[in-house]
């Protein structure tokens, strides 16, 4: 069991920048692909950004390209969502996510991770 606690979340104005952190308890963080997604209010949940084990890989969704950065820190079992550039539309709860492996292109398929956290609120002002 893997439990997930996401923090860093606020309110910012477009432009700005903001880093969402998501602490695991994985006793071997190292053995699960993370993923970041989030959910504005009425849409649907959207992949936001998944990293490999050792961060060697790493996968955006098209919107927040060039704008976020997710990484991961093994020795603190944690890992970050760095996102700049933000717009009103990135406003949205944000979710981290744990999976132990992925299979051919479910890095951005939220019914493919095991584990989630119970989210953390970004509201982007105009």
């Known amino acids: 069991q893997v439990q997930l606690v996401e923090s860093g979340g606020g309110l910012v104005q477009a432009g700005g920048s903001l880093r969402l952190s998501c602490a695991a308890s994985?006793?071997?963080?190292?053995?699960?692909?993370m993923g970041w997604f989030r959910q504005a209010p009425g849409k649907e949940r959207e992949f936001v950004a998944a990293?490999?084990?050792?961060?060697?890989?790493?996968y955006y969704g098209d919107s927040v390209k060039g704008r976020f950065v997710i990484s991961r820190e093994n020795a603190l079992n944690t890992v970050y969502l760095q996102m700049s550039s933000l717009k009103t539309e990135d406003t949205a709860v944000y979710y981290c996510a744990a999976v132990g492996t992925w299979y051919s292109g479910s890095y951005a398929k939220g019914h493919e991770y095991a584990y989630w956290g119970q989210g953390t609120q970004v509201t982007v002002s105009s």
């Open positions: 994985a006793h071997t963080f190292s053995s699960y692909n």
């Open positions: 990293i490999s084990y050792y961060g060697a890989s790493t």
